[in-house]
Nanobody, 124 residues
Framework: QVQLVESGGGLVQAGGSLRLSCAAS????????MGWFRQAPGKERKFIAH????????YYADSVKGRFTISRDNAKNTMYLQMNSLKPEDTAVYYC?????????????????WGQGTQVTVSS
């Protein structure tokens, strides 16, 4: 079992920044890859970013590439999402997820564990 807890969401003006954190427990942190997804009201959960267990490989959705940065600190069992140049369309509940093995990082079903989500609201 892996337990995930997100934090760092909030209300920010367009052009601003936020950093989300995802604290993990339950398994050796570096043994699983992790990702960030987001879900706006009435829409499906969408892939944002993915990072390998070692942190050596990262992938991003085109919509956030160049604005968001995913990272992890394996000594602190924590993953981060630095979000810059935020836009109103970034408004959503953001979820972190953990997965094992050769998963398809773009798909929510590729991950085994999920956090409860944190709300990010970007005002125009």
């Amino acid at each position: 079992q892996v337990q995930l807890v997100e934090s760092g969401g909030g209300l920010v003006q367009a052009g601003g920044s936020l950093r989300l954190s995802c604290a993990a427990s339950g398994r050796t942190f570096s043994s699983f890859a992790m990702g960030w997804f987001r879900q706006a009201p009435g829409k499906e959960r969408k892939f944002i970013a993915h990072i390998s267990g070692s942190g050596g490989s990262t992938y991003y959705a085109d919509s956030v590439k160049g604005r968001f940065t995913i990272s992890r600190d394996n000594a602190k069992n924590t993953m981060y999402l630095q979000m810059n140049s935020l836009k109103p369309e970034d408004t959503a509940v953001y979820y972190c997820a953990a997965g094992f093995g050769d998963l398809d990082y773009r798909l929510a079903r590729g991950y085994d564990y999920w956090g409860q989500g944190t709300q990010v609201t970007v005002s125009s």
